[in-house]
């Protein structure tokens, strides 16, 4: 397999953590977006995928993009480690949470939504993620044990541990989350987490690897 993929995107963290969740080994193609203009926007990176966006992934001799449809791609074809609960309603509130962060919360703090608030994208990027993390907070008091959704790992860890970070970059307070905190702390002591941080990836510039 070959990732293509940004350190600092959160998107493509998601595909590393179930990587790395899944025991798949793959080569790191770097996108950087803020290299070049942005390399997404190169005729040969538009070829990989269309929506000039990272990750993509290539595997089993097709081209996948959108973080959510690998995963599921990962689900199917490599069921170990479960990464959908087999209950249909745990399973519907792990999609839930996913969406709520994956739909409702990370598109409008991107980078290219950011590049057209000018001044105020701090402001608007801590606004939009507080209003979601409000939204998270509640839903994750009913639903999480350890983690998100009960006691195992789910595709919902996948998206909260890299939205998180950028909470933390854009320095949101986090105090009134403790759920969100709490689950985001045990998630970063597993391997799987560690390997894939951004702090850890190839292409992390030497000023910002752990």
């Not at 793959?26 to 990176?45: I, T, W």
Request: aromatic share 6%; hydrophobic share 40%.
């Amino acid at each position: 397999p070959i990732l293509y993929s940004y350190f600092r995107s959160s998107c493509s963290w998601r595909v590393r953590i179930a990587l790395a969740l899944k025991g798949i080994s793959y080569d790191l193609v770097p996108v950087n977006l803020l290299k070049d203009g942005g390399q997404q926007f190169s005729a040969e990176f538009k070829a990989v995928n269309p929506m000039q966006q990272v990750p993509a992934l290539k595997i089993d001799g097709i081209t996948l993009s959108q973080s959510l449809a690998i995963i599921h791609y990962l689900e199917d074809t490599r069921p170990n480690p479960r990464l959908l609960p087999q209950d249909p309603k745990k399973r519907a509130q792990v999609r839930m949470i996913a969406d709520h962060i994956v739909s409702g919360i990370q598109p409008l703090q991107n980078l290219s939504v950011l590049k057209q608030m000018g001044e105020k994208k701090m402001e608007w990027a801590q606004n939009c993620i507080a209003s979601g993390f409000q939204a998270l907070e509640q839903i994750l008091q009913h639903t999480a044990g350890r983690y998100s959704v009960g006691d195992e790992v789910s595709m919902a860890d996948l998206c909260l541990v890299p939205q998180v970070s950028n909470a933390e970059r854009f320095r949101v307070d986090m105090g009134p989350y403790p759920t969100i905190t709490r689950i985001n702390k045990a998630l970063l002591a597993l391997e799987a987490f560690k390997v894939s941080h951004p702090s850890q990836q190839p292409d992390t510039p030497a000023e910002l690897r752990a």
